[in-house]
């Protein structure tokens, strides 16, 4: 009975998690995800059974990564995938939710809430500082699709999100163990307090310029982007030119484009350069549009052109997409223009660390090129959202086989549309800049230091302690 019990608690998880995490998107389903593993944990089952309870539903959770990206990464990239992308995270999840269990054993109810929230928040820490893919993988990106739980991260970044998170999935499945109300109290009163914090952020948000930004992007284009002959990359040009001057003519004064739209050798350079330079002077308006940059090396870019007909300069992706872009030389150097308009590809917005170090110059808006795999596209804006509140700065986004869209500093989407194969897709909106400071871009990952220190603390305690409990199921 022990082992159906365990494996009814890791399905629930499981399938709650693979709802809300990663690639699931119902975001309510991320608060109730770790109860059913917590219980069976806070219940006194035996600690094999709790672990790979855990363990299997973290795993379950993960596996719409794999569902999502099966028909575009080859078998070399997915066999690398599971084990950093899954398994691992998987695992840390699990010896959170063990440590939560030592301690309810042997120091208290209350401290073993504490526990597994501080533990959550510093292996999701340690993962994004560790891992090739950042932060990508943290459960706070859940909550993107409620912009008032997600205000915390102005403060402390994105790991107080996974601390509510699991601080409240803890109380509940502490309460529902010992029957007992207080610890679902106290967990209710810690998410009242976030979202009424959320709540008076955002209403209070100051009114700041705003940007009339036109995006586009064609799928049907894609095809092209790999053809490294002139004909091919200059009518991918044109196509985006023609985008532009439409996008213009309604007023836009910066374009975004997405990354990697057209190979660009030296032999053609000059002409596509002349083609978007035209765009962005006629037009009044500042271009950012991704090429795939070809020469001493090969370099994943970010060209920019200027309404004042001033010569483009060029922004070069840092964080690359292992794997896929290995052919590529990482660029060093962030970019930011002087309206304090920064500029980021794709998955550079996976890294807070460095958002936050391009934060000292208080950018109010970000441009960012992109390019996602479809299944992911609503996952792959929420990090580059979540960016923007920690940072103060708002986001606009045009990817290839994804998402086009315009979100401000406080997380809120304000208009978006999917791009698609059958034809160029645009998007027009008016976009608030943000402050461009929050404390979180002065004080940085302190809270998840602070959480670290939690976790060793209350884990120190309960081992000196001597066991309170037995195993009871």
């Given at each position: 009975m022990t082992y159906l019990i365990a494996l009814g608690c890791a399905l629930l998880s499981g399938a709650a998690f693979y709802s809300s995490t990663g690639l699931g998107s119902f975001w309510p389903l991320a608060w109730l995800a770790p109860i059913p593993v917590l219980w069976l944990a806070f219940k006194e089952a035996?600690?094999?059974?709790?672990?790979?309870?855990?363990?299997?539903?973290?795993?379950?959770?993960?596996?719409?990564?794999?569902?999502?990206?099966?028909?575009?990464?080859?078998?070399?990239?997915?066999?690398?995938?599971?084990?950093?992308?899954?398994?691992?995270?998987?695992?840390?999840?699990?010896?959170?939710?063990?440590?939560?269990?030592?301690?309810?054993?042997?120091?208290?109810?209350?401290?073993?809430i504490a526990a597994f929230a501080a533990l959550w928040t510093a292996f999701d820490y340690l993962l994004s500082s560790?891992?090739?893919?950042?932060?990508?993988?943290?459960?706070?990106?859940?909550?993107?699709?409620?912009?008032?739980?997600?205000?915390?991260?102005?403060?402390?970044?994105?790991?107080?999100?996974?601390?509510?998170?699991?601080?409240?999935?803890a109380g509940i499945a502490m309460a529902v163990a010992t029957r007992r109300a207080a610890p679902a109290v106290l967990a209710a009163a810690l998410l009242l307090a976030d979202g009424a914090y959320g709540l008076w952020r955002i209403s209070t948000a100051p009114a700041t310029a705003s940007v009339l930004v036109g995006l586009a992007a064609d799928d049907a284009l894609i095809a092209k982007r790999f053809q490294a002959d002139e004909t091919s990359a200059l009518a991918v040009v044109e196509?985006?030119?023609?985008?532009?001057?439409?996008?213009?003519?309604?007023?836009a004064n910066l374009l975004v484009v997405p990354e990697r739209v057209a190979v660009l050798e030296p032999a053609w350079r000059g002409e596509a350069m002349a083609n978007l330079e035209t765009v962005a002077h006629i037009g009044h308006a500042t271009l950012v549009i991704g090429f795939d940059e070809r020469g001493a090396e090969?370099?994943?870019?970010?060209?920019?052109?200027?309404?004042?007909?001033?010569?483009?300069?060029?922004?070069?992706?840092?964080?690359?997409?292992?794997?896929?872009?290995?052919?590529f030389v990482p660029g060093t150097a962030s970019f930011m223009l002087a309206d304090r308009t920064g500029i980021a590809i794709c998955k550079d917005m996976d890294f807070p660390a460095m958002l936050r170090r391009d934060a000292v110059l208080e950018p109010t808006l970000y441009a960012v090129p992109a390019w996602d795999f479809g299944k992911d596209r609503w996952w792959h804006?929420?990090?580059?959202?979540?960016?923007?509140?920690?940072?103060?700065?708002?986001?606009?986004?045009?990817?290839?086989d994804g998402l086009l869209t315009l979100s401000d500093a406080y997380g809120r989407v304000l208009a978006e549309k999917p791009s698609r194969p059958g034809g160029m897709v645009t998007l027009l909106g008016v976009l608030p800049r943000g402050p461009g400071h929050t404390l979180y871009a002065r004080v940085g990952d302190a809270f998840a230091w602070v959480a670290a220190a939690l976790a060793v603390l209350l884990l120190g305690v309960a081992l000196a302690a001597p066991k309170r409990t037995q195993s009871t199921i």
């Open positions: 035996r600690g094999w059974t709790v672990f790979f309870a855990a363990l299997a539903a973290a795993v379950l959770g993960g596996l719409n990564l794999l569902v999502g990206y099966a028909a575009d990464f080859p078998p070399p990239v997915l066999a690398v995938l599971a084990p950093a992308a899954i398994l691992l995270p998987a695992l840390l999840f699990a010896l959170a939710v063990m440590g939560a269990r030592l301690v309810a054993q042997r120091v208290s109810p209350p401290a073993a560790l891992g090739p893919n950042g932060a990508a993988l943290s459960p706070a990106y859940s909550q993107v699709g409620m912009p008032y739980l997600i205000q915390g991260a102005s403060i402390f970044g994105v790991w107080v999100v996974s601390f509510v998170l699991g601080f409240f999935a196509a985006y030119a023609g985008a532009g001057r439409e996008l213009t003519a309604n007023g090969r370099r994943n870019g970010a060209v920019i052109f200027f309404a004042n007909g001033a010569p483009p300069q060029t922004y070069f992706k840092r964080h690359l997409v292992p794997g896929l872009e290995r052919a804006a929420r990090l580059a959202i979540m960016r923007g509140v920690e940072n103060g700065f708002s986001v606009a986004r045009a990817a290839n």
